[in-house]
């Protein structure tokens, strides 16, 4: 069963970073964002095991399966590598997350974060492609690939080995398109040149990319002062060939409408715009911020319970804003009663799951160097 692209909606509603109260995800507004998100005549919806703790499944039963037809709208999901130690852990984690998001089949089903080492390892030693197949056989998913954050070379090799992949999930925006670390110019070239469809993640790095330094906002309001500056990321990104969808973790409401209006009568990035993102790029790549996205896969396996997503977050505030009372006032208040950065025992757990493949133990040093002085 082939995709096609033109019935695909261009915004997906990314279920990772959903609105949250007293640490749990607040349902009710979830609700709201999901009816206005449908009645835009959008209907991708993408979640995992992980995300939320295991709960983002969960909140995919109760805000949309339990609340329309099962046939209107696409939901995906993800098999976790780092959760599967025998074969029979395929079908488990599979069962378990059709009765969490109470559903008898996923529309799209992915294997999770293929990257070198244990993750690609662990889905080949385990047969996972061939599972997937058997999978799609059975009815029991509709349409099969992967997400995947490793190296170019890899992702040649992947396509190459597995012609039975339908899509990939990818990191791609602007200011990563020649980051060779993550590499989006490049895996988007080998993905057109399989003729593959791409899904994308973190088209707005997390958020990163809503709010760029003042000096790179000017630039974005100089020359369209209606435009957020998250829509220009957007906007990059759907102007490109061969994307079926782009996922984006909308937190509020603020962000849902502003990306409908993105989406409502798109309009492709102009030559003139794409000189105004080039001038931009010049601009950021000039800040020395932490690329990290808060995707907080670090967070669950943290033996000291460091929020290290937040605490980054702060430090790209006071690299860019040079807001660094401000900033220090927040960590001792909210983030340090629990855990510090100098709190960090060096294990490396954060650094084997992070997609961004930063070098977290030393940036923790160099965090605990700048907010807890």
Known sequence: MSIELSKMPKLGFGLMRLPTKDEKIDLDTVCKMVD?????????????????????????????????PRDSFYLATKLPAWCIKSPEDRDRIFNEQCERAGVDYFDFYLLHSIEEGGNYDTYEKFDCF?????????????????????????????LNDHPEVEFVQIQLNYIDWDNPVISSGKLYGILRKHNVPMIIMEPVKGGTLASPPPEALDKFRAARPEASAASWALRFVASLPGVMTILSGMSDESQMKDNLSTFTNFEPLTD?????????????????????????????????????????????????????WRAKNFYNTHIASSAKASDCIACGQCEGVCPQHLPIIELLQQAAAELEN
């Open 36 to 68: 206005e998100y449908i009645d835009a005549g959008l209907n991708y919806f993408d979640t995992a095991y992980v995300y939320h703790g295991g709960d983002s499944e969960v909140a995919a039963r109760e805000a949309i399966v339990k609340r329309y």
């Open 130 to 158: 061939k599972w997937g197949v058997e999978k799609k056989r059975e009815g029991k998913i509709k349409h099969f690939g992967f997400s995947f954050h490793g190296t170019p070379a890899l992702l040649e090799k992947l």
């Open 272 to 324: 003139a715009e794409r000189q105004v993102i080039d001038e931009v790029k010049e601009i950021m790549h000039g800040k020395p911020t932490i690329g990290c996205t808060s995707c907080r896969y670090c967070c669950d396996g943290c033996p000291m319970g460091i929020k290290i997503p937040d605490i980054f977050s702060l430090i790209n505030s006071v690299r860019i804003y040079n807001e660094g």
